[in-house]
Every structure is written in C-alpha cells, then in structure tokens.
C-alpha cells in the first residue's frame, strides 16, 4: 500500500479553505464539470513536509497556471485531485523501480515483533512507512 496521506491532507485543505460550504461529494461534482487537465491549473501536492518519494526533499505545494479571469474554485479542487493522482501515480512507478509488487495484491513485510507491537500493528493491518520509513498503521 502506498501511503499518501499528504495528498489526502491536499483535499482537506481546498475543502476548509476553498469549498467550506459544500460537502466532499460536491466537490467532487464541481471537479467533474471541469475539463480533463483543469484548463491548464496544475497543484503540485506535496505541501506536507518531507516527501519519501522526492528523497525526503521539503519542496511545499504549488498551484501554476491560475488565471483569476478564467478559472474558479471548481478548476482548483479538481487541479487539487488531478495533483493527487500524480502523486500515487509517481509513487506507483517508484515502487516498480525498487522492484516491489504494484499488481495490487497485498505485499507482506517482514518486521521484527518488537517494532510491530510498540506499533500496535497485528496481522492483517494495513501499513505504511512514515517519513523515518518506519511502520505505521493505517487505520
């Protein structure tokens, strides 16, 4: 499992700071009336600290390619879920550039038995490494 957990925090921030007013379902019907590609808005999303996937770099979110004349909210929540579909994606292919399993099955990590019970992480979890690329449970 690829853990985005920035990307996700990437809608939590248009819906309290753009879209407070509607629910995560209207946003999502904005973004679907908005052409493939945003009409040219792009937001880089990682604005969640150090990134594994950029080797632990901080380069914060951009949002390129607005214009105040003709975009609104609805191309910037669905620039906002475009950015989040790179960023799996781009993790995606890292993965198979390591070698690991991206098919979609479940992969199975070995770790000692300590670090998966001062985790609190049983058999069966689902799990992602945090930024010190230790475990952690998803929940």
């Known amino acids: ?5 920035g990307t996700g925090i990437l809608n939590a ?5 753009i879209t407070p007013d509607v629910s995560y379902a209207d946003m999502n019907d904005m973004a679907a009336g908005v052409p ?13 600290g150090a990134e594994r996937v950029l080797e632990n770099r901080e380069v914060g979110c951009s949002i390129r390619g607005l214009s ?3 975009h609104n909210r609805a191309h910037i929540v669905r620039a906002a879920q475009e950015g989040i579909v790179f960023s799996f994606c781009y993790g995606m292919e ?5 070698g690991m399993d991206s098919s979609g099955k479940e992969v199975t990590v070995k770790a000692e038995d300590a670090e998966l019970y001062e985790r609190n992480i049983n058999e069966g979890d689902k799990v992602c490494l945090d930024v010190n690329n230790k475990l952690e449970k998803v929940e």
């Not at 493939?36 to 808005?41: H, M, N, P, T």
């Not at 890292?94 to 390591?98: G, S, V, W, Y």
């Open 36 to 48: 493939i590609g945003s009409d040219g808005v792009k937001i880089i999303p990682f604005g969640n």
């Open 68 to 70: 105040f004349t003709k």
């Open 13 to 17: 921030w248009v819906h309290r700071n």
């Open 1 to 5: 499992m690829l853990c985005i957990n």
């Open 94 to 98: 890292i993965m198979q550039q390591m």
